[in-house]
């Protein structure tokens, strides 16, 4: 079943209790011809605030820390914009498996190109078209238990988001630094970018993940590039911690992460930090039957993928 952080309140409110004591005033006494003992007043006590009791935190789970934790990232094209023109669909262009093991020594990234055709569903049936259809025909659980036996690996957890709420994520933690590799001119989305070190708002991010001024191969590392620079800031223990709690206004995020495990991922985030990361699409020679356009076919350009051989470099990359 699918969590929206949008239901869910993800920190505990602390509540403040204002008191305040009513000072009672000492009686003046009345001058008499004879002075006459007057009482001592007997002081009012002073109200003493009831404390309120501050939330527990929710303790980190050990089991879940001291295990590989895999989890599928995935980013649609849907959009409000799109909605309103009538595009009820969308398409899951950015598919990632992220993968941290037990030590949290290496975070393992895999990344299948959206052209990817005939996947296993998990449950012996082949889904003929292109991958990027699989959630919106069998929501994301449906894409997760694919991804999960395409590359024969278990995948415990996921989390989609559309590319109205992507800019949002990079912008609340400041804008992220990648290192663009090479020249990208991109006229139709009016990107143009040199290489070196760049600093992005969350708008040109999306614009950095989507082109395909030069293939979809190369846009799948720079999405990588993109979600590795963000989970630094996300975890770096400078952001504060109050900030995850505002994930809640995204309004197209799914994910089957609960809100317990939040504590743990972070302690694992921030335990990987230093981690060394293995990044790979898996694209052609090595993770294709074919790629190309099927002599005779209908599905365009298509991409057969070569089941063993991912198999067996997931299992290298992320199997213990």
Known sequence: MTH?????????????????ACATPTPTPTPEPTPTAMPVPTPTPTPVPTPVPTPAPIPVNEEMLSHRLTILVVGNDG????????????????????SVNADQSQISMLSLP?????????????????????????????????????LGVPIDRYIMVNMDDFPWIVDAVGGIDVDVKTRIRDGEIHLSLDPGMHHFTGAQALLFSRTRADSDYMRAGRQQQV???????WLDPAT??????????LQSLETNIAI???????????RSLPAKVVATVLEPPRFALFAGVEPGGTRGWVMIPNVSAMRAYARQVMGD
């Open 240 to 249: 504060p911690a109050a900030l995850m709690s505002t994930i809640r206004l």
């Open 4 to 20: 929206p952080f949008t239901r869910a309140a993800m920190a505990g409110v602390l509540a403040a209790l204002m008191l305040s």
């Open 260 to 270: 317990t495990d939040l504590p743990t991922l972070i302690e694992i985030g921030r």
């Open 227 to 233: 979600v590795l620079a963000l989970l630094q800031k």
């Open 79 to 98: 959009s409000a914009v799109r909605r309103r023109n009538g595009l009820r669909t969308y398409r899951t262009d950015a598919l990632m498996v992220v």
């Open 114 to 150: 959206r052209d990817t055709v005939d996947v296993p569903l998990g449950d012996g049936r082949i889904y003929t078209a292109k991958v990027n259809g699989i959630a919106q025909q069998y929501g994301i659980d449906g894409l997760r238990k694919a991804m999960s036996a395409l």
